[in-house]
């Protein structure tokens, strides 16, 4: 089945504490992107990779860092600088920029 | 700046209903407009795609309408169920290849009660 995956579906984070949410995608798109969201809200994008080794900040990438070593992970790491980490966290996939966006399970973060 | 409003916010329809769903953006110069459904603490599944140069589109149950020159898109829905209780989302995009990002409304919340 081809399709995009997101670890761990639920994650707690201690105060000053960095912590990274895997997504790995077999579905040989060369774009993948990370976008938060919080209730009520639309999802806006933290960051963006076109292809393997690039990457590019979004809206909101203050606190945040990603890798793209692979063309199938695009791993995201919520650093302590991030002071409201607290959200629902969704990784996508597509062929290229501005076409069809396919999207993750999404992962869960929780600031205690 | 390219900004996207959904109305209503929330909507709660009886079984059967015929339904429309709005989505208004500021600035006509899209590439495309993607509608998206969201079940409570789930991903994202793409429902239709229109490129700027359609007018509509259309799968099952769903269609969609894009007018770029009043920056509007509706989505209707056909003979409605309870499984599509969901958030629905549109999204829409600036241009085609290099760094064009998806920007969302903040969805309506259906409710189809039985």
């Known amino acids: 089945d081809g399709g995009i995956t997101q670890s761990p579906k639920y994650l707690f984070r201690k105060e000053g504490q960095n912590v990274t949410l895997s997504c790995e995608q077999n579905?040989?798109?060369?774009?993948m992107y990370w976008y938060r969201q919080d209730p009520g809200q639309g999802l806006r994008l933290i960051y963006y990779s076109q292809i393997v080794n690039d990457f590019q900040k979004g809206d909101i990438a203050e606190g945040y860092s990603v890798s793209r070593e692979k063309k199938e992970s695009f791993p995201l790491t919520v650093t302590s600088a991030q002071k409201n980490p607290t959200a629902f966290y969704l990784c996508a996939s597509s062929t290229g920029g501005g076409n069809e966006q396919f999207f993750g399970p999404g992962t869960r973060l929780t600031v205690l | 700046k390219q900004e996207v409003t959904q109305i209503p916010a929330a909507l709660s329809v009886p079984e059967g209903e015929n339904l429309v769903l709005n989505c208004s953006f500021t600035?006509?110069?899209?590439?495309?407009l993607q509608w998206f459904r969201q079940d409570p603490g789930k991903g994202l599944t793409s429902l239709l795609l229109?490129?700027?140069?359609?007018r509509e589109q259309t799968s099952g149950r769903l269609n969609a309408s894009l007018d770029k020159s009043s920056g509007r898109s509706t989505l209707y829905i056909a003979a409605s169920q309870p499984g599509d209780s969901a958030t629905y989302l549109c999204a829409v995009s600036r241009g085609a290849g290099g760094y064009n990002k998806l920007i969302f409304g903040a969805g309506t919340r259906l409710a189809v009660h039985p």
């Open positions: 229109i490129q700027s140069s359609q």
């Open positions: 600035d006509s110069a899209i590439y495309n």
């Open positions: 579905l040989n798109h060369d774009a």
